[in-house]
């Protein structure tokens, strides 16, 4: 646990790709990134994220050789969309930017989405790295592939599958994350563990203290578990059209809850943390069990600061939000349910009487 440098791959044919997770890694991207551009590297990143974390990266790239350009984007939710990504393409052209040129997404899962798909579709696709500063980002958003921006009707629509030659994963850049945006990163650690492996969760029992507290070797451990879930799940069901619904666990309950709450005002891991609670409930009371399990996801999340009850809404707003998402096919309600710890699964079908006594 104590390795500080880790190397896991995303195994995908020949899309496969390294995922470096460790302290100081930044310094080091020069190194890491020299064989994936024929010289030159656009990065994309924010005034946020630049002004904390740009300057090792740039000199790194820049004692490699590398020919250096840098496009900012506003900071925000609000800005993954056309007009942004419009902006991302002109500049791209401007810098005479080619497919050998690499694209390299600098910050959290905005930058990432909105990067990637600008790298997807430029010139019919041109490669990209992540280096993702937030914890959702390292965890979550920069594994896998997807890249997307909103459209004014719905989140995350336009987008592509399009996978990075490599994600960069320095935890140091966690020590300028505001804390709410640490904390609920946490939520999609919590997650893996509870979906995938129970070890893992007690692990997460065990050293919760320490992660809000940003130990680096109990970080470097989580993200690493964390990539590896993810990776894993990405590799057995790339286009998720099975297994990789399973990291939905929590999400269905969660974006109604962002969407009730109006976006932003939950935070996408605060809402999945009380959705995580409400779906561990509905797998209890579908298998006609007590709630052990979702109780221990309430006194982890509890410990980390993540919320656990959902907003007050009815019923008929409930299935009116959940009906909206865009992951439940064909009317019928789908739901991410936990056969124990550890051990999830889809269960289609899922009875309104089960969600009436849920919710009300
Ligand atoms: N592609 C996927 O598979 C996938 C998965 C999950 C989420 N997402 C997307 O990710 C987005 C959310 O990502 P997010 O939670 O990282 O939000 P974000 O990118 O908006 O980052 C949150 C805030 O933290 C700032 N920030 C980032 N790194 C920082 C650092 N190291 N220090 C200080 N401030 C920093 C950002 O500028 C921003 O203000 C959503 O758009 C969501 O749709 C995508
Ligand atoms: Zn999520």
Not at 321 to 334: C, F, I, Q, S, T
Not at 342 to 347: D, F, Q, T, W
Request: proline fraction near 4%.
């Amino acid at each position: 646990m104590n390795d500080p440098r880790r190397t896991l791959t995303v195994s995908l044919a020949e899309r496969s790709y390294p995922i470096h997770i460790g302290s100081g890694l930044l310094s080091e991207a020069g190194g890491l990134l020299a064989q994936a551009t024929k010289g030159a590297v656009v990065i994309v990143s924010n005034a946020t994220v630049a002004m904390h974390h740009l300057a090792p990266l740039r000199a790194s790239l820049d004692a490699a050789g590398l020919r250096i350009e840098v496009i900012l984007v506003p900071d925000g939710e609000a800005y993954k969309n056309f007009d942004v990504l419009s902006d991302v393409l002109t500049r791209l052209i401007e810098f005479k930017a080619e497919r050998g040129t690499l694209l390299l997404a600098l910050g959290g899962g905005v930058v990432g989405d909105l990067a990637g798909f600008a790298a997807a579709i430029y010139q019919r696709g041109m490669p990209y790295a992540q280096v993702p500063t937030t914890l959702l980002a390292q965890v979550d958003s920069s594994v896998g592939g997807k890249t997307a921006v909103n459209h004014p009707l719905a989140k995350n629509m336009i987008g592509a599958f399009w996978q990075p030659v490599s994600v960069i994963i320095d935890t140091d850049t966690l020590r300028t994350l505001p804390d709410r945006e640490y904390r609920s990163g946490l939520a999609e650690v919590i997650k893996y563990g509870a979906i995938r492996d129970a070890g893992f969760f007690a692990w997460l029992e065990e050293h919760a203290d320490g992660l809000v507290a940003r130990d680096p070797a109990a970080l470097a451990h989580a993200v690493d578990v964390s990539c590896r879930i993810k990776a894993a799940i990405v590799a057995a069901d790339e286009r998720e059209s099975g297994e990789r619904a399973l990291l939905n666990f929590g999400h269905t309950f969660g974006h109604a809850i962002e969407a009730e709450a109006g976006y932003g005002a939950w935070l996408h891991g605060e809402a999945v943390a009380a959705g995580m609670v409400l779906a561990a409930r509905l797998s209890a009371e579908l298998r006609g069990e007590t709630p052990v399990v979702a109780e221990r996801i309430v006194s982890l999340l509890t410990r980390v600061g993540l919320p656990v009850a959902p907003p007050k809404m009815t019923l008929a707003r409930w299935l009116e939000l959940m009906g909206r998402d865009k992951k439940v096919e064909r009317n019928a309600m789908r739901f991410v349910v936990l056969e124990g710890l550890g051990h999830a699964r889809l269960r289609a079908n899922v009875p309104e009487s089960a969600l009436r006594s849920l919710l009300a």
